[in-house]
C-alpha cells in the first residue's frame, strides 16, 4: 500500500492519467479524420468527459502532493462517471435501434461554453447515434468506451483507497 501512495502522489501517475486521456482524444480525432467515423452528440460528450480526465491529470500533476491534487481527483471522478454514464446510453441506443431511442443533432453546451462553436473540428457531431461504425475484437467502439470509463473509475478508487487507511 506504501508503494501504491507513493506511485499516487507522484507527477508520473497523474501524466499517465493525462497522457492516457490524450491518446483517447487523439484516437478519437483519428477515427473522424482518417477513418472519416463521423460523431454523434454523445461521442461529443464522451470527448468532453475525457477532456474531463485530461485536465485532472494535469491539475493534479501541478502538485501531486498538496491539496490539489482532491479537485483533481473529483474532476477525474465526475468525468469519468458522466463518460461511463454516456457511454452505456449510447450503448443502450445502439443495442435496440428503435425509433423513438433518438439523441440531439447538436449539443446542448452551456451559452457561455460553446465548445461546438470555438472548436468545430473536435466538438461539433456529424453522425447518427444509431450508427455502429466501428469495432475491435467483438466489441463496439462504445463498448470500448465503457471499458476505458470503467477502468478510470477503478484506478480512481485504487488510487484513494490508501487515503482512507488507518495511519499507523
Not at 487523439?26 to 473522424?32: K, R, W
Not at 475525457?50 to 491539496?67: E, F, T, Y
Request: contains cysteine; glycine residues 6%; neutral net charge.
Amino acid at each position: 500500500m506504501i508503494g501504491l501512495t507513493r506511485f499516487a502522489q507522484s507527477r508520473l501517475a497523474w501524466y499517465l492519467l493525462g497522457g492516457s486521456a490524450l491518446l483517447l482524444e487523439a484516437t478519437a480525432l483519428f477515427f473522424q479524420y482518417v477513418m472519416h467515423l463521423n460523431p454523434c452528440v454523445m461521442c461529443v460528450y464522451q470527448r468532453v468527459a475525457v477532456l474531463g480526465i485530461l485536465l485532472a491529470g494535469l491539475l493534479g500533476s501541478i502538485a501531486p502532493k498538496s491539496m490539489l491534487r482532491f479537485p483533481a481527483y473529483l474532476l477525474w471522478i465526475v468525468s469519468a462517471g458522466w463518460g461511463l454514464m454516456l457511454a452505456t446510453e449510447l450503448y443502450n441506443i445502439q443495442s435496440d435501434p428503435s425509433p423513438f431511442a433518438t439523441c440531439d443533432f447538436m449539443p446542448n453546451f452551456p451559452e457561455s461554453l460553446p465548445l461546438h462553436d470555438w472548436l468545430p473540428q473536435v466538438f461539433m457531431p456529424t453522425g447518427m447515434c444509431t450508427d455502429d461504425v466501428w469495432g475491435m475484437l467483438g466489441l463496439s467502439m462504445t463498448q470500448w468506451m465503457q471499458i476505458a470509463f470503467s477502468t478510470y473509475l477503478i484506478m480512481a478508487v485504487v488510487f484513494l483507497l490508501p487515503l482512507f487507511r488507518k495511519a499507523k
